[in-house]
């Protein structure tokens, strides 16, 4: 079930933010617009936060616990590419390209997550090209490393 963010986190997802690469082209205002309509979400160990295919709906910011990142290989192999902590943002290339989801994401740990909604995310990029475009060039090196795998 969906929570509200209070302060302390607002301030934490800010700061995050500002660090996180993905969010380095946007203005303080941009920024503080999209922890606005940000919620957040928990996760028990081994949940699925998304598969490997699915349709892109929401991106997400680890508050607490791990998450683990998982490429199908072939039908029954899979292998894991990464283990994300606290801070870690992911979800977004999908976003950009308009693909499906390129790995599964399954709860580590128990796991806190601040979700922004494709849609809050896609009103931005048509706001502003240059953000847009630096979007791109990260998903495409994203891509590249992560199809390299």
């Not at 606005?36 to 949940?47: G, H, I, S, T, V």
């Not at 199908?72 to 606290?86: A, D, E, F, R, Y």
């Not at 740990?109 to 909604?117: Q, Y």
Request: proline share 2%; hydrophobic share 45%.
């Amino acid at each position: 079930m969906a929570e509200e963010i209070d302060k302390k986190e607002f301030a934490w997802i800010s700061e995050v933010f500002k660090k996180v690469e993905v969010f380095t082209g946007l203005s303080y205002s941009e920024r503080e617009a999209l922890i606005e309509e940000m919620y957040k979400l928990r996760y028990k160990a081994q949940d699925i936060i998304f598969k490997e295919g699915d349709a892109p709906n929401a991106c997400f910011l680890i508050y607490k616990g791990k998450a683990k990142v998982i490429k199908n290989k072939m039908i029954v192999l899979k292998k894991q590419v990464s283990i994300l902590g606290p801070g870690s943002f992911f979800g977004e290339m999908s976003f950009l390209t308009y693909a499906p989801r390129a790995a599964t994401v399954m709860a580590e740990k128990d796991l806190i997550c601040f979700v922004l909604l494709k849609s809050t995310f896609q009103r931005l990029l048509k706001k502003n090209h240059a953000f847009k475009t630096w979007l791109e060039t990260l998903s495409a090196k994203r891509m590249v490393k992560l199809e390299s795998i």
